[in-house]
């Protein structure tokens, strides 16, 4: 049962008042987060000197403008919500009527109440202030004097055609003459919009890093025109820190004190990400004492991370938001929505060198990196440049490659536990591989998969530690050798593993190598569908953000024509590098490289080609071709002999997802990736 809360002495209701019918089905659909979300606000506001009835039940809030009719001749009228449209669907089910307008407080940015309209549309003020905790318009204790409340909050352009993922800012400004009833919805709606959940989290201490040389060199200027306000709209305290070389933004990770913020944000391109992603991660291997070359396991960071894209493709945030829109990344990461995203740890035979967000490539992108280098003066356009210089030269490199080929999850679970839904759940054996989108339940399915095999290592961990402190006690009197026969040996599956890789927990020893040799024009390792405004399905439109594996595409050398066949399919929205007859794409979680000239003799597997021939010899061999470079992120690598591994959803990033684009259909049908990855209600809300 829930109960209408009314301050003491007032009724939130008025005679003649109407309430919209809510049926059993869509009330169910509600997840509340506290015990407050039982409480139902019912009362008339005023919004554009209109009158609306205004609901909140759970975490949505509903509002449907009243007209007035009248009762009797006598001249007396009454207000009641406007007729509806559409009768009810088939079936008997009902939600809120066709006129309502429902907003999810999920979506909501940030929420003020004052004693004038304008004062209500003022920013909230930063943590630790006197009005930052407690009712934002009013005292806590006293008579209250607020008549307005002002609700900021985001919507995604659902209906464009052009950019669905692009998400704007809006405003809603209620007026009720009782200072006690809005006191009353400022104070509710602060206590569920704070409220904490498994997959949200209101940030509000905020380390940024900006790079002011990524792209255009325009990321300084980003934040303060696109990013700030966003972020005093809805009471961030960001510490900005513009960085002026490389690596520093590793190197602060590294050694300062992180535990006063909830979060790492980056406004820069893919190497600012990149470089976040890396210091998180060996900062919390430093903390667990581990070794960074040779780690027994990657373990997850604390610290989710916020991606705001000012570089010059900005794979990795288009690929995660669907869009490179700038204000989109800022209101995703108010929002608080996060989702694990996999990254992949690229090492050679002796160390681990560093990990991958985005893509590995070898051949064509390492070879547009490596000669990027040398014509830094001409800014972004240095990649076209190098780029169309290495597509004319069509170079081919001899390689051979093992990969781990993938089981499939699906054929060792339950049918019952897997996922029912054909645009989410793909399998190996499908002839058309899904798309990871919002609310992707093959995602979803392998993070719930990886948090199984956790808890139950765990359990496996703790009765090891019990059997091994029997042992010593009951063998205390024998000698120290004799009790070292009688413990049990540590078995491969009982090692510390890492929390956020399903790969490593599987059983090695059914564990399937597949070898491919041959003649590569480009090698790619994608861990993200690397999607950008140039190429919207990036070069594997089918790779998921947090499903433990990678795709690890082929390109056989080729002719020139063959090639541009390549990168129109990569370009364009309809086009498939699957369907080319010299690509081949294998779905892997971890896969190994090394050419077949390269010899032990010639380089070290320690360094970035490190020679260890004489220097005549040296110089002879640096100016051959048949060699290529690595493209990490951006950042070029020269080892010959390279592993990549996937980690199953190892960072927590703020995001939602890409949407698909589908247009709501009549009769109040829900899409397919609603607004909301927590509304199950088609978002309507205009100004």
């Known amino acids: 049962m829930t109960q209408t809360k009314q ?20 009330a169910s659909k509600f997840t509340p987060c506290s015990a407050s979300d039982h409480n139902v606000l019912l009362n008339n506001f005023q919004l554009k000197k209109k009158s609306y009835r205004v609901l909140l039940h759970g975490q949505q809030l509903v509002w449907e403008r009243l007209q007035k009719i009248k009762q009797s001749p006598q001249g007396n009228e009454a207000k009641a919500p406007l007729p509806p449209d559409s009768p009810a669907q088939p079936g008997g089910i009902c939600s809120y009527g066709p006129q309502s307008h429902v907003l999810h407080l999920d979506d909501v940015v940030s929420i003020r109440s004052g004693d004038t309209k304008a004062s209500s549309l003022k920013p909230p003020s930063p943590p630790g202030s006197e009005r930052s905790s407690g009712c934002s318009g009013d005292v806590a204790q006293g008579k209250p004097t607020s008549q307005y409340l002002t609700i900021n909050y985001a919507m995604r352009l659902s209906k464009s055609q052009t950019d669905c993922n692009r998400w704007e800012l809006r405003r809603l400004t209620f007026f009720n003459s009782d200072p006690y009833i809005v006191r009353q919805w400022d104070q509710e709606l602060q206590i569920r919009l704070h409220s904490s959940s498994p997959t949200r989290m209101r940030v509000r201490r905020l380390l940024v890093f900006i790079n002011p040389y990524g792209g255009r060199k325009a990321g300084a200027q980003t934040y303060e025109r696109h990013v700030r306000p966003i972020f005093q709209l809805a009471g961030v305290d960001a510490t900005c820190i513009t960085t002026q070389r490389a690596n520093q933004v590793k190197d602060i990770l590294l050694s300062h004190d992180l ?69 989109t990344a800022a209101i995703h990461v108010i929002l608080g929505q996060h989702r694990g995203l996999d990254v992949c740890s690229v090492s050679n035979g002796q160390s681990l060198l560093r990990f991958c967000a985005s893509v590995l490539s070898y051949g064509y992108l390492g070879d547009v990196a490596a000669q990027s280098e040398n014509y830094r003066w001409m800014g972004p ?45 793909c399998s190996l054996g499908e002839s058309v591989p899904s798309v990871c989108y919002a609310n992707c339940q093959r995602c979803s399915f392998a993070s719930s998969i990886q948090e199984q095999r956790s808890s139950l290592f765990i359990q496996e961990e703790s009765k090891e530690a019990e059997r091994n402190q029997q042992v010593e006690t009951e063998d205390s009197h024998l000698a120290a050798s004799e009790a070292a026969l009688l413990r049990p040996r540590p078995r491969p599956g009982n090692l510390r593993l890492p929390t956020g890789s399903i790969s490593s927990m599987r059983n090695l020893g059914n564990d399937q190598w597949k070898v491919v040799r041959g003649n590569f024009f480009m090698i790619c390792g994608a861990n993200i569908t690397c999607a950008c405004a140039r190429s919207p399905n990036g070069i594997s439109r ?21 090639n541009v066949r390549f ?121």
Not at 570 to 581: E, H, K, M, Q, V
């Open 542 to 562: 089918y790779s998921h953000l947090g499903d433990g594996c990678l795709d690890l595409i082929l390109v056989k050398k080729t002719s020139l024509l063959n």
């Open 259 to 327: 535990g006063v913020y909830d979060a790492v944000c980056c406004v820069g391109g893919d190497g600012t990400v990149a470089e976040v992603i890396n210091g998180l991660i060996f900062r919390q291997m430093r903390e667990l004492g581990l070794d960074e070359q040779r780690p027994p396991y990657i373990p997850r960071p604390a610290l989710p991370v916020g991606v705001i894209p000012a570089g010059s493709t900005d794979t990795i945030a288009y690929s995660m938001h669907g869009t490179a829109d700038v204000r």
């Open 7 to 26: 301050p003491a002495g007032r009724s939130s209701t008025s005679a003649g008042d109407f309430v919209a019918p809510i049926s059993s089905t869509s």
């Open 567 to 687: 990168l129109l399919n990569t370009a364009g929205r309809s086009g498939d590098i699957r369907n080319l007859p010299f690509v081949e794409v294998y779905r892997t979680r971890e896969f190994r490289f090394r050419t077949f000239s390269a010899s032990e003799e010639d380089y070290s597997l320690a360094g970035s080609c490190q020679p260890i021939t004489p220097p005549e010899e040296m110089t002879a061999h640096s100016s051959s071709t048949e060699f290529s470079s690595w493209n990490c992120d951006g950042e070029v690598v020269t080892d010959l002999d390279i592993t990549m591994r996937s980690h199953c959803q190892l960072i927590e990033v703020f995001m939602r997802g890409p949407h698909s684009y589908s247009k709501p259909l009549k009769g109040g049908t829900t899409p397919t990736t609603p607004a909301s990855s927590s509304d199950n209600v088609y978002c309507c809300c205009k100004d």
């Open 381 to 425: 356009r240095r990649y076209e440049y190098s780029g169309v210089k290495a597509f004319l030269n069509n170079r081919g490199y001899d390689a051979e490659l093992r990969m781990l080929e993938e089981p499939d999850l699906l054929l060792t679970t339950p049918l019952e536990d897997i996922p029912q839904s054909p645009d989410s759940v």
